[in-house]
């Protein structure tokens, strides 16, 4: 007898433990068990089942509520994007093998908002693969300035980087982005954008975020370039610096 099973996934976002720099930052940033009540029959999963359930997670919530998510996205402020990452919250249905198992009927997840939306980013970006494919590398500028830097709750010295790597490297992210989580692709893809790490970090600063929150700055970051390019005036402001300080 074929049995059509149903799973809920009750999202339960948290704030991140602290900023991408903070020395406690969590290796995972997301963490995906079985309900209390439901831990009978329950099995671990493995860090790259839990980053993996995670994405399909975010995934099934931008396919349900993709103007929602976009609005997230793109908020002019975080009051704004944190509400509508409230609206995203509650429980989604879901079917299917590759987001359940014959022991574990729903599982929760809490994420960081700044992974979540790194992981909206992938999504939409999997859907745009012309735009995003268009894009050509822009000159290293000195100064990165962004309206987005205020929304997205991270260390700013962070989307400053990725913005950075989303304008010199689109592809190396994209790369990124296309990859299974904690494989050996998404290993590969992340030395192929050592360099680039190296350019864009702020001088002076010293790196410490979780692989998964690093992949989630660089897809949002490639996400705003799309959508939320910076104004040319900027551009050229920071052109002008470039040119004096030569």
Request: proline share 4%.
């Amino acid at each position: 007898m074929t049995v059509l099973r149903t799973v809920l996934f009750a999202l339960a976002m948290v704030s991140a433990a602290g900023p991408a720099f903070a020395q406690d930052q969590p290796e995972t940033g997301t963490r995906l068990a079985a309900p209390k009540s439901r831990n009978v029959g329950s099995v671990a999963l493995t860090a790259k089942d839990q980053a993996v359930g995670a994405r399909r997670m975010a995934e099934c919530m931008y396919n349900r509520k993709g103007t929602v998510a976009r609005q997230a996205l793109l908020a002019p402020t975080a009051a704004a994007a944190n509400a509508a990452l409230d609206r995203m919250m509650g429980e989604v249905t879901c079917f299917g093998d590759d987001v359940s198992n014959d022991l574990v009927g729903m599982r929760t997840a809490r994420i960081p908002r700044d992974i979540l939306r790194g992981m909206l980013a992938e999504t939409a970006l999997g859907r745009e693969d012309d735009n995003v494919g268009a894009l050509q590398p822009l000159a290293l500028q000195q100064v990165y300035q962004r309206n987005w830097f205020a929304v997205t709750g991270r260390h700013v010295s962070v989307d400053e980087m990725g913005a950075c790597i989303a304008d010199t490297n689109p592809a190396g992210i994209l790369t990124l982005v296309r990859t299974v989580p904690t494989s050996p692709e998404e290993s590969a893809a992340f030395s192929a954008l050592g360099g680039n790490l190296g350019k864009c970090l702020r001088a002076g600063t010293k790196l410490q975020a979780s692989r998964q929150s690093l992949r989630a700055a660089l897809a949002d970051a490639l996400y705003q370039r799309v959508h939320a390019p910076a104004p040319a005036r900027t551009a050229a402001t920071a052109t002008a610096v470039e040119a004096a300080k030569n």
